[in-house]
């Protein structure tokens, strides 16, 4: 029986694409740089803040790190808002249904914590039981170590998990831990990173279909 299903964010719950173009932009704007369109922005997506920042400010030719440019970029997130990110469709009755089933939600990103955080709040207000962005000290996606604190802390075992996301880091990680995997499709990453995972969906709804 499941107990607990943890979620990538990005892509998976939240249509962060906006978002994530804008603020990279605005980076980039900042250190007088031209934009960069949403396709090649989006490509960083995935292994971190840092690594997305580091990839944009070399593809558009700037001379700064992405340790000097993060705390700009991090400062960009108290301006997150409904206009720039939302739930996918579907994505907030699935995540009632499962609170009506008592089953456990929680986020596990890659996006540093604090940004994750008001990524929920916005997002999926009450919906979420546990969040859980970067930390420093605890490695990324698809290292299992912050997943299997989730459920050390949660009291679930393996079999009493699923790991659902949108790109291959989350199908690593769940294999890493040891826990079944969820592919979504419609998200940023598509069906050629999800397709090993063990179960694929379509929509968000389907997931209560894995569940019966």
Known sequence: MIKLIAFDMDGTLTDSGRLITAFANRVLAH??????????????????AKYLLQGVL?????????????????????EVSPDLVSAYDGVKEMLTALGEKGIRRVV???????????ICKVALPGL?????GQREGIPMKPDPTALH???KENSVSLEECLYVGDMHFDVDVAINAGVKSVGCVWGLGGYEQVKNADFVIEN??????ILE
């Open 31 to 48: 250190y007088g740089k031209e934009p960069l369109p949403a396709k090649r922005i989006h490509s960083y997506v995935g292994a971190g």
């Open 58 to 78: 070399e593809e558009a030719g700037a001379k700064v790190s992405a340790d000097e440019a993060y705390p700009y970029y991090d400062s960009l997130y108290a």
């Open 108 to 118: 596990l990103s890659n996006r540093p914590h604090n940004q994750t955080l008001r």
């Open 128 to 132: 979420l039981d546990e969040v859980y």
């Open 149 to 151: 604190t989730i459920l």
């Open 204 to 209: 968000a709804m389907d997931l209560l279909k």
